[in-house]
């Protein structure tokens, strides 16, 4: 799992850069989900940052810096270089995320993430305000680039060497394995199918969003969507066996072929 996390204050102009990133990646990912990455904002709280990087393998931070350069500077840091003890007070406000890196590998030990990138950006501006600077809006679609690369490398590298995925459809039913189902859908239990470029997408979302729900069709943690009314619709109603399925991660779908599918 890559967590990538975004931090600051929404309300002190440029120090909320690394949360304005992380909503516009929600947004993506809302939109395309791509299995194995996770993103969250956890504004000013340390505490969050720890936890919500618990069980990752791999860590993305971005936030403002205000080290005297000019605004806009991007940096690159390991992770490793900036953790921090924290010192003992009656507050826990004064914990960031850098003392969250540090206290993560203490208290989570294996579960804790080793890979830790952080990237900063040079704030213009720290005074009270809703808006970004220019100069630092520019260095935020640099750095929002940046991880979508490192999201692609990293899903890349999660799949190298896989075997090939397949699903089994029996009686209008999509039918998942646990490995299936755990690799691409991380969780989610509604999917929404539909017919692009003459193959069947599978595009997971949450419940709430609406699609058909994905059933847990046994202990194993096996997963069947009823998908009976959808193939009735595109005239493959009667097909039967089991079928090569590859993730696309610009649509955000597992994506299949079938034979005589009416788009």
Known sequence: ??????????????????????????????????????????????????????????????????????????????????AREHEPTYSLHDFRWDHALAAGKKIFKDEFPTDVRVWLIEARSTAYGLELSDVVRTAADDVYQRVLTSIADHASQRHEGAIQDKLEIRRGSLRLSKELYDKYFDGREGALLMVRDDRVQVVPVDQLAGGLIIKQRNLRGDRVILGAEFLRAHDVEGFEGEVEVQWESALGALSFALPGLKS
């Open 1 to 82: 799992m890559l967590t990538v996390i975004g931090c600051g204050n929404l309300n002190r102009s440029d120090d909320g850069v690394g949360v304005v990133l992380a909503q516009r990646l929600q947004a993506r990912f809302r939109r395309h989900p791509v299995p194995g990455v996770q993103v969250f904002d956890c504004g000013t709280a340390g505490v969050d940052v720890m936890f919500k990087a618990r069980g990752s393998t791999a860590l993305i931070i971005v936030d403002a810096s205000q080290t005297g350069s000019e605004p806009g500077t991007i940096y690159e840091v390991p992770g490793e270089e900036l």
